[in-house]
């Protein structure tokens, strides 16, 4: 049996109602049906006996009594016939409908696995993030990197309404390591023209001059080897020039003494 709850208050003040929208109200009547009740907008909204609970109801009045203080949500609005229907069961955040894929979520681990994490991100389900989805990183088990109860941002992968099953990514929100250190890369090798132009109008700023940096074993090894290879060229270099004089000063003595012999005959 419906219940006409048409009223003198204008149907255009329900048009900023919204559905999911959360009320505090109060229980005016009781019907075999359901329940009446007041949220405050001129029109009192209807709760139908299989939405003052979860668990099965047979009367009305086991659950609720007038003038009882309930919390309620927004199923359903017709502004027209000034009807608002209500549930005192909380809704899903979000409707199988509602969960499109590549949609970024937050939600919070509700179970580990060996194989993953499950996050309720609000729908009727949790969501399944494979642990090969969790991190670009390599991780032994889900639990090294989350516990339950940790709030995580996720991206939809996939959505099964027929076995109500959703696939999820966290590492999808974020950069690939490689890629993020070419972004990183491609950000500060600047061309040259653009960095003058950028930094032509600033004011010189004076460094400190940058100390040398220590050796390490194998440099100062190979430094040592190479001063030492360097001093035997040295010498041997001195003793070339040295019996090459030599051999000139003899070279000398003896065309002098040959001209001295010619120059008596």
Request: glycine share 8%; charged share 35%; no cysteine.
């Amino acid at each position: 049996m419906e219940t006409n709850l048409a009223s003198d208050a204008p149907a255009g003040s329900l048009s900023d109602i919204k559905r999911k929208q959360h009320f505090s109200g109060k229980v005016v009547k009781t019907i075999l049906s359901g329940a009446i009740v007041d949220i405050g907008v001129g029109v009192p909204g209807v709760v139908h006996i299989s939405q003052l609970q979860k668990d099965p109801v047979n009367r009305v009045e086991d659950v609720v009594q007038v003038g009882q203080e309930v919390e309620v949500w927004v199923r359903r609005v017709e502004a027209k016939k000034g009807r608002v229907d209500l549930t005192m069961i909380k809704p899903l955040e979000l409707e199988w409908n509602e969960i499109k894929q590549d949609a970024e979520i937050k939600g919070k681990v509700a179970r580990l696995e060996k194989f993953g994490v499950f996050v309720d991100i609000g729908a009727e389900r949790p969501g399944l993030v494979h642990i090969s989805e969790m991190t670009h990183d390599y991780i032994r088990t889900p639990g090294d990197m989350l516990k339950e109860g940790d709030e995580v941002s996720v991206k939809v992968l996939e959505v099964d309404r027929k076995k109500k099953q959703i696939r999820l990514s966290m590492k999808a929100l974020v950069e690939k390591p490689e890629e993020l250190v070419r972004t990183i890369v491609g950000k500060a090798v600047q061309p040259k023209a653009s960095r003058e132009e950028k930094h032509k109008d600033a004011a010189p700023v004076e460094t400190e001059p940058a100390e040398p940096p220590v050796p390490t074993a194998m440099e100062m090894a190979l430094r040592s080897a190479m001063e030492r290879t360097q001093v035997k060229g040295e010498l041997s270099g001195k003793k070339k020039r040295k019996g090459a004089e030599a051999g000139q000063e003899l070279e000398s003595i003896l065309s002098r003494t040959l001209r001295n012999r010619v120059a008596t005959k």
